[in-house]
């Protein structure tokens, strides 16, 4: 990704750098809390590997659904600069409630409905991407993919580093990714 970056340095400045950045920033969070979610549940919670295959499965049915009707709504009846803010917000507040329950149950709900609003950002930012860039699409979404493939590198090495001292401080580094994330879309927008 670094070389690919690299090469189309040149376009990345104003709306798309900040762009591109929040698309790091998404990727790394959704990468780290991921990865880590996989070990809490085994190390942390004690369920063997079935419940994490169980609920990601669920997740799964869940997400293809809101992909297919919320998302598709989204798109066709909303301003998605304007709709993704929520979307990156309520991905950092289930985080939140995810690093500070203590219930299990809650502990599920929460994951749940991240992993709801985390199915459904993705979309949205790839629909943004194309729409939203002039000159070559196909060079700015290789770049796009670039910078998320650079999360998805850099999240979960993180996430491995930081486990062993608290186990959710991939949580909390995802929480605060989405965050920023979140605040800088309100701004991206307004560009």
Do not use: H
């Not at 591109?20 to 780290?32: D, E, G, P, R, Y």
């Not at 996430?159 to 991939?170: E, M, R, Y």
């Amino acid at each position: 990704p670094l070389r690919s970056i690299m090469k189309s340095a040149p376009l990345i400045k104003g709306p798309l750098a900040l762009f591109l950045l929040i698309s790091f920033l998404t990727s790394f969070a959704t990468n780290a809390q991921d990865q880590s979610f996989n070990y809490f549940l085994r190390a942390q919670l004690k369920f063997p590997p079935s419940y994490n295959g169980v609920f990601k499965a669920i997740v799964g049915l869940i997400a293809l659904t809101a992909n297919l009707t919320l998302n598709i709504w989204l798109s066709r009846r909303t301003d998605l600069r304007k709709s993704i803010i929520p979307v990156l917000l309520m991905c950092s507040v289930s985080l939140v409630f995810l690093v500070v329950v203590e219930s299990q149950i809650l502990f599920f709900i929460s994951a749940l409905v991240f992993y709801i609003f985390n199915a459904i950002y993705l979309p949205m930012q790839q629909g943004l991407i194309v729409r939203n860039t002039s000159g070559s699409k196909g060079e700015i979404s290789g770049l796009f993919n670039a910078i998320k493939a650079l999360g998805m590198c850099l999240g979960p090495l993180f996430s491995g580093l930081v486990f062993a001292q608290n186990p959710k401080l991939p949580f909390i580094a995802a929480l605060f990714a989405f965050l920023i994330a979140g605040i800088l879309s309100v701004y991206n927008r307004r560009q």
